[in-house]
């Protein structure tokens, strides 16, 4: 079994090669690749998690070189977790980009880099969740960054490249404070490997500790989007396509909770910045779920929500008991798919509407029952409506935060049912002005370009007929097509018409999304009690140390 734990990182590798070889002369072959390997994936995710879950922790040292000197993979009841539903979250939104025909357009460019950028995503993100020392760890997040460099910026229209300068100016400055971080750590302990360093790092001076365990907690802040690192998430995430998006919004900010949960518990026992936690998570839920009540566009609402439920997150490490660690594993699954499936519906309604301006839209329910029901699923969850996981994943940090009874835990208590309401309420104007009210009069009617990506597209309505794709001399799209014409996909920033019959592939993946956040609501009993023992496991650290150094 401990042979499967390196396949999650290696598939998705292999299979870029693979992509990039067939290019767009196989583009339904490029395709099934994808689809295949990350169904591969959340099988092989899928077993780890039961096989840590039964045997403990399975380790791999790739090369045969024991630690420090080579690179240990671990697969342990929290990475087992993370991977499995962010396999399952990866694979919805690739079934909903091919939907969108996002990578139908890729014979417009020299390669297409879709389908290859998303696969060194899902290894990345894999490699990070497995990572057994600090400079893979260090590894994963490059990774992870340089595919979501391409595929924050795809299409290079004006936006995308200012919200992608943006994102790659605070990623760059996040990774040199990460390999600051790292050689402090080697230099003071020798090492880079977590289970040793789990040993090594107290009998460093308390300085020194505070010192790294604090420049760490800043990287994954960062990363994590904790209020105040977090003003780049707005601004960065609303510019990309749907899919981009979703991926990024739900998943990518959870790898640096993860990176968080994993350091506080193994390398820096004993809680010390404790409050300093606590007092960012409440700022975060306080701060976005403010500024998602300020926002009329739905992306954005959305992003800034990201940013608040992070906070629940942070609290649960912050109070590190046994039950805070288990209430935040939970929430992190349950925000992993739940925030992923609102960011698709957004993009449902982009493309059922042209827009998704609150202000300019109406009548989606009484239009679009079912894009209704895909809504309001996951946005009761969001919002922590019982007996949905959200309810479930809440509830055990607040009693967690109650059994502490420190001031600060009572402060996010009652901070964590404040924002719950905001959050409430914030879902209940999106679905009063986008589904319940009357359609506005402008609301775009069906054959509305819905994005163009070129700005000097007025330029470009004089070229002639005759033209090159991929050369920058093709005529601008119309401003009206046929309803229900794609005539591009916004993948590359080019033109898509909006339509009242959405592609069946977007609505069955979506639809998909929202059932996986049900399952945990039906599956909470099985789910709570595994995140209870991955969180002890968490606390006692020797089952890590003792599967990696074989002591």
């Known amino acids: 079994m401990n042979a499967l734990v390196p396949l999650p990182v290696l598939l998705p590798l292999c299979a870029t090669g693979l992509s990039l070889a067939f290019g767009t002369r196989l583009k339904q072959f490029q395709r099934f690749i994808s689809v295949v390997v990350l169904s591969a994936v959340l099988a092989l995710s899928v077993a780890l998690m039961i096989a840590a879950d039964t ?306 839209i109406g009548g989606l329910a009484r239009a679009a029952p079912m894009l209704a029901v895909l809504f309001f699923v996951p946005a009761m969850n969001l919002a922590g409506i019982p007996p949905l996981s959200g309810f479930i994943g809440k509830l055990g940090l607040m009693r967690a935060g109650v059994a502490d009874g420190g001031a600060w835990a009572w402060i996010l208590v009652v901070g964590s049912a404040a924002t719950s309401l905001l959050t409430l309420y914030v879902m209940a104007k999106v679905w009063n002005l986008a589904f319940w009210r009357a359609a506005p009069p402008g609301q775009a009617a069906d054959g509305t370009v819905l994005e163009s990506g070129d700005e000097d597209s007025d330029e470009e309505s004089d070229a002639g007929p005759d033209h090159i794709p991929g050369t920058g001399d093709e005529p601008a799209v119309p401003r009206h097509q046929p309803a229900g014409l794609a005539v591009a996909a916004t993948l590359h920033g080019h033109a898509v018409t909006t339509t009242t019959r959405l592609p069946k592939p977007m609505t069955a993946a979506t639809a998909a999304a929202v059932a996986l956040g049900l399952a945990f609501t039906v599956l909470a009993g099985p789910l709570t009690s595994y995140t209870d023992r991955a969180a002890a496991e968490l606390l006692a650290r020797s089952p890590y140390i003792e599967a990696v150094l074989g002591r």
Request: proline fraction near 4%; include cysteine; glycine fraction near 10%.
């Open 55 to 360: 045997r403990g922790p399975l380790t791999v040292d790739l090369g045969d070189f024991a630690p420090p000197v080579g690179i240990t993979l671990v697969a342990d009841r929290l990475s087992g977790l993370m991977l499995t539903v962010s396999s399952a979250v990866t694979l919805c939104v690739l079934v909903y980009s091919i939907g969108q025909g996002m990578a139908d357009r890729d014979e417009e460019t020299p390669v297409a880099v879709f389908h290859p950028a998303y696969l060194i995503l899902v290894a990345g993100v894999s490699c990070t969740f497995l990572a057994g020392d600090l400079v893979n760890l260090y590894v994963g997040f490059e990774i992870m960054l340089v595919a979501s460099f391409v595929l924050l910026t795809l299409g290079g229209t004006g936006p995308r490249v200012r919200a992608g300068s943006t994102y790659v100016i605070i990623s760059l400055f996040s990774s040199m404070l990460f390999l600051t971080a790292i050689a402090m750590t080697y230099a003071a302990a020798g090492t880079a490997n977590l289970a040793q360093l789990a040993g090594r790092l107290g009998e460093l001076p308390l300085g020194v500790q505070t010192l790294i365990q604090a420049m760490l907690l800043m990287v994954f802040a960062i990363k994590a989007a904790v209020f105040p690192l977090a003003a780049w998430l707005p601004d960065s995430y609303p510019t990309a396509p749907a899919p981009v998006t979703a991926v990024f919004a739900g998943l990518l900010t959870k790898v640096g909770v993860y990176c968080m949960l994993r350091t506080e518990t193994l390398l820096f026992p004993g809680n010390r910045l404790g409050d300093l936690l606590m007092a960012a998570a409440l700022a975060s839920m306080v701060i976005g779920i403010l500024g998602a009540v300020a926002q009329t566009d739905l992306k954005r609402l959305l992003s800034f929500t990201l940013i608040s439920h992070i906070g629940f997150m942070v609290f649960g490490i912050g109070l590190a008991s046994q039950d805070a660690y288990g209430g935040a594993i939970v929430y992190v699954a349950h925000h992993i798919t739940v925030q992923t499936t609102l960011f698709l519906v957004a993009g449902l309604i982009e493309r059922r509407t042209g827009t998704t301006e609150l202000t300019r």
